[in-house]
Nanobody
Framework: QVQVVESGGGLVQAGGSLRLSCVVS????????MGWFHQAPGKQRELVAA???????NYADSVKGRFTISRDNAKNTVYLQMNSLKPEDTGVYYC??????????WGQGTQVTVSS
């Protein structure tokens, strides 16, 4: 099994930046993709950024050009750099690990609030 712990959320003004961190532990060898999910108030959780073991990155259209996902394998940590934040980016951000095709390692999430 894989465990994740997110941190780095907070309150920021529109146009500002935040960097989220996700520390991964457990059966790290079994992970092929790490992802960041966003759950806005009253909405479903959606995948906004992902990074594969190959280094390939993918982003939701809503965050392209503003968010960057990266990883530090030595620290077992995945980051989400969020720039030019908008009020619609508000919500809880979750890190997750894909193992055998399924994202199932949910953490407690970290709250991001963007004020207008």
């Amino acid at each position: 099994q894989v465990q994740v712990v997110e941190s780095g959320g907070g309150l920021v003004q529109a146009g500002g930046s935040l960097r989220l961190s996700c520390v991964v532990s457990g059966e790290i060898f079994s992970i092929d993709v790490m992802g960041w999910f966003h759950q806005a108030p009253g909405k479903q959780r959606e995948l906004v950024a992902a990074i594969a073991n190959t280094g390939t990155r993918n982003y939701a259209d809503s965050v392209k050009g503003r968010f960057t996902i990266s990883r530090d394998n030595a620290k077992n940590t995945v980051y989400l750099q969020m720039n030019s934040l908008k009020p619609e980016d508000t919500g809880v951000y979750y890190c997750n690990a894909r193992v055998t095709g399924t994202f199932s390692s949910w953490g407690q999430g970290t709250q991001v609030t963007v004020s207008s």
